[in-house]
T-cell receptor
């Protein structure tokens, strides 16, 4: 099993819809988690951190489920500008960082 | 405040040539990282540094060397380039380790022929 796994997609979602995707991790020692957004041919940029208590930022909600070892990202009222690849990241105390391969999201007009 | 910068932005090398990629950050971050990103493989960590004068191996270190002589700079060297090293290379920095956001540079597109 890969350490961090994501559905590669693409998710084709109409504008205004809600979309959610998960990311599973295999290392129970993973301590911190993030969602990054990457636009085509650009660098990844932090979307949000994922806290044990969950995290909401506007239309975006991230949650962590330690028992089942996955994190999720929910995007409400999706915009055309949300089209991108979403990368999840797991880090542990030994400075081990693993990126998922990303989930591609296309918002359709 | 430029954040993280990388030079060069593009480079074409012939097999066996050497080159150095430069990463610079002006945020006084302790940690710096070098990744490569290939289609279908995602971001993979090559080497990283937890502070000036330190380096450590990541997931795919073979064929690369690094140096962190100054806190703000992290150099990635390819001593004898191979076509398998054709990739997009990203540098990143963070204030510290676990729990801290990484800031990425714009990337270097390297082609080895």
């Amino acid at each position: 099993r890969k350490e961090v796994e994501q559905d590669p997609g693409p998710f084709n979602v109409p504008e205004g819809a809600t979309v959610a995707f998960n990311c599973t991790y295999s290392n129970s020692a993973s301590q911190s988690f993030f969602w990054y957004r990457q636009d085509c041919r650009k660098e990844p940029k932090l979307l949000m951190s994922v806290y044990s208590s969950g995290n909401e930022d506007g239309r975006f909600t991230a949650q962590l489920n330690r028992a089942s070892q996955y994190i999720s990202l929910l995007i409400r009222d999706s915009k055309l500008s949300d089209s991108a690849t979403y990368l999840c990241v797991a880090m542990n105390r030994d400075d081990k960082i693993i990126f998922g391969k990303g989930t591609r999201l296309h918002i359709l007009p | 405040n430029a954040g993280v910068t990388q030079t060069p932005k593009f480079r074409v090398l012939k097999t066996g040539q050497s080159m150095t990629l430069l990463c610079a950050q002006d945020m006084n971050h302790e940690y710096m990282y070098w990744y490569r990103q290939d289609p279908g493989m995602g971001l993979r960590l090559i080497h990283y540094s937890v502070g000036e004068g330190t380096t450590a191996k990541g997931e795919v270190p073979d064929g690369y060397n690094v140096s962190r002589l100054k806190k703000q700079n992290f150099l990635l060297g390819l001593e004898s380039a191979a076509p398998s090293q054709t990739s997009v290379y990203f540098c990143a920095s963070s204030l510290s380790g676990v729990g801290y956001e990484q800031y990425f540079g714009p990337g270097t597109r390297l082609t080895v022929t």
